[in-house]
Antibody
Framework: EVQLVESGGGLEQPGRSLRLSCVAS????????MHWVRQTPGKGLEWVAG????????GYADSVKGRFTISRDDAENSVYLQMNSLRPEDTGLYYC????????????????WGQGTMVTVSS | DIQMTQSPSSLSASVGDRVTITCRAS??????LNWYQQKPGQAPKLLIY???TLESGVPPRFSGAGSGTHFTLTITGLQPEDYATYYC????????FGGGTKVE
């Protein structure tokens, strides 16, 4: 069974950091682009970041560029999101997602989703 | 960034109805348009990708059409399990979602 399990969310103060993790199973993790997508009451669904297979490329939404970093460890079947300089508007449910396209650099569709981890940024 | 606009934002429909949701892009996305279904407390689920290709396991009552800037998702014969919120998403340039359409 294909599965993504996120962890690392929680309550953090503005300006602080959090690191989200996502462990994958049931597919050849190293062949797929992985993404982080968040869902907030204010902006709905928003793509946050993506990392291609073999970490050939990474992409970020303008709203997080320079503050968030996506990375992956293919040996651990894991993808991470390092979130620095957190802002209240970063509050939301963060989903890890597998892209539908295999061994591609272009971002396509969010094929498989985890159940999400909640991030709350508040003083 | 490409803006995606869905209409209506919500609609009321009965079991058996034909339901059509529209998604418009602020510029052409060719056929790089995907649709998702989200039920309360659940993650979104991919229904249709590349405008009209049904994801495996999705019932054929769901269909997608369009190109360029105008796309539709149609449910032919609404079923009780179809009451949910539907989102479009483009992958032509970065990745952006529409605001969602709640079917109730």
């Amino acid at each position: 069974e294909v599965q993504l399990v996120e962890s690392g969310g929680g309550l953090e103060q503005p300006g602080r950091s959090l690191r989200l993790s996502c462990v994958a199973s049931g597919f050849n993790f190293d062949e797929y682009t992985m993404h982080w997508v968040r869902q907030t009451p204010g902006k709905g669904l928003e793509w946050v970041a993506g990392i291609s297979w073999k970490t050939i490329s990474r992409g970020y939404a303008d709203s997080v560029k320079g503050r968030f970093t996506i990375s992956r460890d293919d040996a651990e079947n894991s993808v991470y999101l390092q979130m620095n300089s957190l802002r209240p508007e970063d509050t939301g449910l963060y989903y890890c997602s597998k892209d539908i396209a295999r061994q591609q650099l272009a971002y396509d569709a969010f094929h498989i989703w985890g159940q999400g981890t909640m991030v709350t940024v508040s003083s | 960034d490409i803006q995606m606009t869905q209409s209506p934002s919500s609609l009321s429909a009965s079991v058996g109805d034909r339901v059509t949701i529209t998604c418009r892009a602020s510029q052409s996305v060719d056929n790089y348009l995907n649709w998702y279904q989200q039920k309360p407390g659940q993650a979104p689920k991919l229904l249709i990708y590349a405008t009209s290709t049904l994801e495996s396991g999705v019932p054929p009552r769901f269909s997608g059409a369009g190109s360029g800037t105008h796309f539709t998702l149609t449910i032919t014969g609404l079923q009780p399990e179809d009451y949910a919120t539907y989102y479009c998403q483009q992958s032509h340039s970065k990745l952006t979602f529409g605001g969602g359409t709640k079917v109730e």
